[in-house]
T-cell receptor
Framework: NAGVTQTPKFQVLKTGQSMTLQCAQDMNHEYMSWYRQDPGMGLRLIHY???????DQGEVPNGYNVSRSTTEDFPLRLLSAAPSQTSVYFCASSPNGGPYEQYFGPGTRLTVT | QQQVKQSPQSLIVQKGGIPIINCAYE??????FPWYQQFPGKGPALLIA?????SEKKEGRFTISFNKSAKQFSLHIMDSQPGDSATYFC????????????FGTGTRLQVTL
């Protein structure tokens, strides 16, 4: 199993540009989530999904959209990038329908200039 | 509003020492408390987790102590090794609800020779 994969690993955007961070898992996990990690702030939940077709907001959802059309994929869209969205983004998946044992991807480091 | 407070921010111990990382929470509805370990450039990985019906849980050299009345829990690493050098995050969750995991801000541990 590849586990949780994320692409790209690094990305630089200009303010106002849009992009999609890709996340895929091959473990047939129902629960998937997106976090951002900033120095001194830990990991903060952006959006999560408990199954295909079901998504919900986390702690810091503004400026981000998600969709879950399949069990495997959970892309995160930045609608109009802002410097405040410079961060490391992690996707995670979990069996058991909730974030009890999350498997994290390797992360995407995003810089917005 | 930070729901899970973690301390210290950083910690240096000698090999063989017992680093202790502390977390405190306010919301008494939290009923699942995992710890994650993160190496530089990697995503976090689940280390150990505890529910409030037990006061202590051990997995190898890692022990969680839980004090329900004080709303505090801590991670102890016995016989610490340089390979334990990483960032450690505590987290808390209310099971059976919207299932959003709340992380502490992290503790950077360095184990020296």
């Amino acid at each position: 199993n590849a586990g949780v994969t994320q692409t790209p690993k690094f990305q630089v955007l200009k303010t106002g540009q849009s992009m999609t961070l890709q996340c895929a898992q091959d473990m047939n996990h129902e629960y998937m989530s997106w976090y951002r990690q900033d120095p001194g702030m830990g990991l903060r939940l952006i959006h999560y999904s408990v199954g295909a077709g079901i998504t919900d907001q986390g702690e810091v959802p503004n400026g981000y959209n998600v969709s879950r059309s399949t069990t495997e994929d959970f892309p995160l869209r930045l609608l109009s990038a802002a410097p405040s969205q410079t961060s490391v983004y992690f996707c995670a998946s979990s069996p058991n329908g909730g974030p009890y044992e999350q498997y994290f991807g390797p992360g995407t480091r995003l810089t917005v200039t | 509003q930070q729901q899970v407070k973690q301390s210290p921010q950083s910690l240096i111990v000698q090999k063989g020492g017992i680093p202790i990382i502390n977390c405190a929470y306010e919301n008494t509805a939290f009923d699942y408390f995992p710890w994650y370990q993160q190496f530089p450039g990697k995503g976090p990985a689940l280390l150990i987790a505890i529910r409030p019906d037990v006061s202590e849980k051990k997995e190898g050299r890692f022990t969680i102590s839980f004090n329900k009345s004080a709303k505090q829990f801590s991670l102890h690493i016995m016989d610490s090794q340089p390979g334990d050098s990483a960032t450690y995050f505590c987290a808390a969750l209310i099971t059976g609800t919207a299932s959003k995991l709340t992380f502490g801000t992290g503790t950077r541990l360095q184990v020296t020779l």
